[in-house]
């Protein structure tokens, strides 16, 4: 029997992989693969394929919690049943600190794309009006993803076709991936790793997708498949066309590579709708995580209200766009996605470990522990120092809630 539900079971298989797709399809591409070229040079290849394994890793056992707890919340949740509540607890603020910094990291990505000079402003508008779009429903989020990810796709597909037919293709340009230092590889990965996070937005949607634990292990299955070929193909033609120190050179890699054809124009319109795309998905997530913390009594309970007529957490989304507009203000992309990528291993590293629990199949889960482990800590100092200080008040706040109840 499918388990009790707090929300409305609406979303079939295919709304959850697009869901999957919407979160991850973009973010690697336009946002996270200059950054991965400044670590690595041609090394960011190995380094996507480490961040693959990885994320292989994290979405198979988030796939056999999923279908043992369908709830809200993600790792949160499974944490809290598998570990204890601290451990839940550590999970679900590591995600919403994470996902917060990915949200703002995608909104300044849109703006960038259609308008540099306003770029936070813009940012600020796509948040808000994003967060509107979430508060009429699921459904509505699922279809307005639905028709992002083809527009997303469509761009890919002509920024490849362009790409291979220009003059400065070369596989001179994709030589040296091996000779890149080991440290360098392990932090593209870690950056890379940012863009194959988006599989947990199915898993946050436990109590809102029909039949969970045969959906949800399918789905993230199959939008983890979909999104490395996708990724694979993309940032090769990137590498050959235009070469590593140009996609390091630029915020905005993939309209340097065809600056001047034809496909230039299609790649700023497909970056702009991608992270708004991820940007949606991203809302959805963060305020389910939020929603289930604040009925468990770790946020203000006020965050677990359920919309009578749409069946979402209304106080949740409104709450997580108001955030998410202010450190738009104050962020810069590449400091988001680095602190993001820190916080979310940490989330999966809670994941991995609460699968190991499990008892059978413990060897997907320790390589995935593992992985996240050693990813978060060759990330830059920075990222490594800012997001430490995030989890240690995290800590603290649980420590002081504790005393209290």
Known sequence: MTAPTRLARRLGLGDAVVLGLGSMIGAGIFAALAPAARAAGTGLLIGLAVAGVVAYCNASSSARLASLYPESGGTYVYGTRRLGAFWGYLAGWSFVAGKLASCTAMALTFGSYVAPSLARPLGVAAVAALTGVNLLGV????????????????ALALFVACALGLDTVSRDNLAGAGSAGFLDVLQSAGILFFAFAGYARIATLGEEVREPERTIPRAIGIALAITLVVYAVVAVTALAAGGAALLASSNAPLRAVVGGAWAEPVVAVGAAVASAGVLLSLLVGVSRTVFAMAADGHLPHALAAVHERTRV????????????VAVVLAADI???IGFSSFCVLLYYAVANASAFTLGTRRFVPVVGLAGCLLLAVTLPFASVLSGAAVVAAGVVAYAIGASRR
């Open 334 to 336: 590449r400091g988001a």
């Open 313 to 324: 957490p209304h106080h949740a989304e409104a709450a997580v766009g108001v955030v998410v």
């Open 139 to 154: 459904r509505k989020t699922a279809g307005v993803t639905r028709a992002i990810v083809a527009v997303v796709l469509a």
